[in-house]
């Protein structure tokens, strides 16, 4: 927490640092999280997001705007993310004291960023995790101008903003599931709103691992990016997906450098969540090699039923050190 920068004109001020924050390594239970009230009318979304807010301040009424963005949208551990937050807020009412004037703001770096992890569906998930992660000491922190009117009635506004760059070093331990930016309790004014704050909107979302964070019947896709580097023909790098109940297909890009080297899929097995066999549930998917270029290759995987997806990308012809890029996207 960021203590009192001293006074200014007669009047004491206090900003409150970002809170405790939680990575998907650490989904653990969220019974003993405390919640934002109302945090359940908002919806998670893919790339962006904005919510409204309104409720009770430290002397008045505060109304404000949240504006979340994560991308990519969906990562596999291992890969980065980069998460933005802005809080834009006003509180009005009368003050015990009022002095005018202007606090002015400070941009600095910090190791820590407000995450929390949800499941689908459940925005009453929004809530302070006890768990600290550091994310990669890259979060730059904006606390911008305080700014105080005196009168008939008396006014604060104030925007902050944060920007994390979370490395592919930091994910690499996130577990499949579902996280996102966002003030939880404690973080500027969210730690004073009492129990009849309302919230209206959305916010962004991250999947890791493939988790559909969007709920049955969600219209974005489920997204994994990975990379590999091959060196010699021969050499096979697996690759894994969790198939949510709304998708039915993949749809697989690689992508590379040079035209002489070659790769393909291989390896295609579907491990299911009910207990079926992985060698019939395979038998009953339908592999298509739909695209091919000099540098590219399409795959498409149809048939797809709630389970465990693996593969290989395997190199066929490689000449020196090769880097190959695959997107793999869950349709329904």
Known sequence: ???????????????????????????????????????????????????????????????????????????????????????????????????????????????????????????????QQARVVDATGDTTVVWGDNVTTCGATDTVTQTDSYDARVSGSETKSYVPSCIAPFPSAGTNVFGNLGPDATFDGTFATVSIGGADCFGTGGSVSSTQTTTDTFTAPGQAKPHAVTVPANRTKAELTLRWAKPTDRFTVAGVVLTPKRKTSAVSQSDKLKITFFARTGTSLGVRITNLSPGKLTYRIVATKVSGKATVRTKTVLKA
Not at 8 to 25: D, P, Q, S
Not at 28 to 52: C, E, H, M
């Open 1 to 127: 927490m960021r203590g009192s920068r001293g006074h200014e004109g007669g009047r004491r001020f206090t900003r409150v640092a970002a809170c405790a924050c939680v990575g998907a390594a650490a989904v653990a239970s969220l019974a003993g999280a405390r919640p934002t009230a109302g945090a359940a009318d908002l919806k998670p979304v893919a790339g962006s997001g904005t919510f409204t807010f309104s409720g009770k301040g430290n002397f008045g009424t505060v109304k404000g705007t949240v504006k979340t963005t994560a991308v990519p949208s969906s990562i596999a551990p291992g890969e980065p993310v980069r998460l933005t937050m802005e809080i834009s807020w006003t509180e009005t009412g009368q003050a015990p004291q009022c002095y005018p004037g202007t606090i002015d703001g400070q941009t600095h770096q910090q190791s820590q960023f407000p995450i929390v992890t949800i499941r689908p569906g459940h925005g009453e998930d929004l809530a």
